[in-house]
Nanobody
């Protein structure tokens, strides 16, 4: 599976962005998908995940503000981000995992996209 993330940019605090992750391959729908982020000088952290059946989970820091969804017909995973805060500034990565639905551990993921930068100004 090859993944390509897009949709990042510069937004003011309180604004919204939608990130997209396009996947390749006929088996995309079998994978559980996740979004992670990495801020400068910090470790990569879990943001949200969606299983191949559509079950979702979120980091506490984004719960109620971010929504993950998937469109298997288009091989896409989306991350809708509302009420953005300066602390959401990071490079956001999408990832795919075959055997660990809902995993928050980046080491479990098999495939990664290249990342897209989100900058939230105060």
């Amino acid at each position: 599976v090859q993944l390509q993330a897009s949709g990042g940019g510069l937004v003011q605090a309180g604004g919204s962005l939608r990130l997209s992750c396009a996947g390749s391959g006929r088996t995309f729908s079998r994978y559980h998908m996740g979004w992670f982020r990495q801020a400068p000088g910090k470790q990569r952290e879990f943001v949200a995940s969606i299983s191949n059946g559509g079950s979702t989970s979120y980091a506490d820091s984004v719960k109620g503000r971010f929504t993950i969804s998937r469109d298997n017909a288009r091989n896409m995973v989306l991350l809708r981000m509302n009420s953005l805060k300066p602390e959401d500034t990071a490079v956001y990565y999408c990832a795919a995992v075959a055997n660990y639905p809902g995993s928050q551990y980046s080491g479990n993921y098999d495939y990664w996209g290249q990342g897209t930068l989100v900058t939230v100004s105060s």
